[in-house]
């Protein structure tokens, strides 16, 4: 057994030098929020408009919310040389929204104002959030350009769909600024957190808690927000995967972009929606917090006080979900080839810590990787940080250094895309065979 400390320092709570640049699109205003989102973690930031950008929302209202002048061409403040500068210096830059005429200014080099020679001068992390209409963003031009950017290091985030200017409605709208915040944030974690290293792969992902029905009014259920799994699959479709993430309860999270979302409400309805997928998954990540039990008897109207109260709630032993998936994978109705991760919520007891109970289920399972989290006191459980081990068939027990939910996704994916990779040699597609 080899046990490896996660070398990765956390300096996402330090400030940093943000550039924020902002295209001339409708979806401008977004931007509004993502500068605040920085600005009140207590970074610096400068905002870069283009001229059309302008022309959405006003200069006063960038320099209000960032607290710095607002520019846009490279002739303004020139003993400061600027356009140079600004890049050199910072420790993130985010584009949001990038058009299609920003894209491709950037892919092709263009240094015509302040925003794109300030692309032309970074070296840090830089993140493009485009935003057009769904006929842009399939352009071959536009694909040429994206697929430039991206194999120059540039992350490219998927974009969602949904209402666009007008009636229209489909892919190219921007996601969400917490969404947007929450990849930016992953970069100052870790720079290269997000290769696009799970192109074509389809990933199966689960998230929330289960609620198991006793009456009209009561369930048993569990502390589970569903962050963690969110976090997973938003990161797996930035990567290049095609993702379906079937999620139980949440603490009212917004849908991830470019992510297909199956909902549910039971561990029976989950086993049902996880057995339809996972024969053509790649890989199948169960990060849900499955309910164990369920009532044995569903009351058909409220369970009253008093006389008619029962003494004792018999339970049923729900399905192992992951198990099961392990099983239909020996028994062939899932591929050879498909890779079952699953997570571990344990305490430590009187029979032993985390990670023995966390070994003994690994064992018992037979999946690939076990993700392994200890829960209580604040821990794990509806927050936005987590930590914990990852346990893996080779042998291996790698420490995860205390991070974002965001960072703890990047990690999982990063052993899951090593597992795939591997298959990849002789293997093929999961859902080929």
């Not at 996402?12 to 401008?28: E, H, L």
């Amino acid at each position: 057994m080899t046990f490896v400390t996660d070398s990765h320092s956390d300096t996402a709570g330090s400030p940093r030098r943000i550039i924020v640049g902002v295209g001339g699109g409708i979806a401008a205003y977004k931007a509004c929020s993502i500068i605040r989102g920085f600005t009140e973690a207590g970074h610096h930031v400068r905002v870069v408009p283009t001229e059309s950008a302008l022309e959405f929302v006003g200069r006063a209202t960038f320099e209000a919310l960032s607290g710095n002048a607002v520019q846009t061409g490279v002739f303004a403040d020139v003993p400061q040389v600027p356009h140079v500068r600004l890049g050199q210096e910072a420790d993130l830059v985010v584009v949001a929204p990038a058009t299609a005429d920003l894209m491709a200014r950037a892919a092709h080099g263009r240094a015509d104002d302040l925003l794109t020679a300030t692309l032309l001068t970074a070296r840090c992390p830089v993140l493009f959030a485009p935003a057009m209409h769904t006929e842009m963003w399939e352009h071959p031009a536009t694909v040429d350009n994206v697929a430039t950017l991206r194999s120059r290091g540039v992350v490219v985030v998927e974009p969602a769909s949904g209402r666009l200017t007008g009636k229209d409605t489909g892919a190219g709208r921007l996601p969400e600024p917490e969404e947007i915040l929450g990849l930016a944030n992953l970069l100052l974690e870790r720079p290269d957190g997000l290769p696009r290293d799970l192109e074509g792969k389809r990933i199966v992902v689960s998230a929330g808690g289960t609620r198991e029905p006793l009456d009209p009014v009561r369930f048993l259920g569990n502390r589970s927000s569903g962050k963690q799994g969110y976090a997973i699959a938003r990161l797996a479709v930035q990567r290049g995967a095609q993702v379906t993430l079937i999620a139980g309860y949440t603490a009212e999270l917004a849908d991830p972009a470019a992510v297909d979302v199956v909902r549910v409400k039971t561990a029976q309805d989950m086993k049902v929606a996880v057995d339809k997928v996972a024969p053509s998954a790649d890989a199948v990540v169960m990060a849900a917090a499955v309910a164990d039990f369920r009532p044995t008897t569903l009351a058909a109207s409220k369970i009253k006080k008093g006389a008619d109260e029962p003494d004792v709630v018999p339970l049923t032993r729900n399905d192992d979900i992951l198990a099961g998936l392990v099983q239909a994978r020996r028994d062939g109705s899932v591929p050879a080839a498909t890779r079952i991760v699953g997570f571990a919520a344990e305490t430590g007891d009187a029979n032993g810590t985390v990670l023995d109970h966390a070994r003994e289920k690994f064992a018992r399972k037979g999946c690939d990787l076990l993700v392994v989290n200890a829960v209580g006191d604040g821990k794990a459980f509806e927050v936005d940080s987590n930590d914990g081990w990852l346990l893996s068939t080779d042998g291996s027990e790698r420490a995860l250094a205390h991070g974002s939910k965001a960072l703890m996704a990047s990690r999982v994916l990063d052993a899951v895309a090593g597992l795939l990779s591997d298959d990849s040699t002789g293997a093929g597609h999961a859902g080929s065979s």
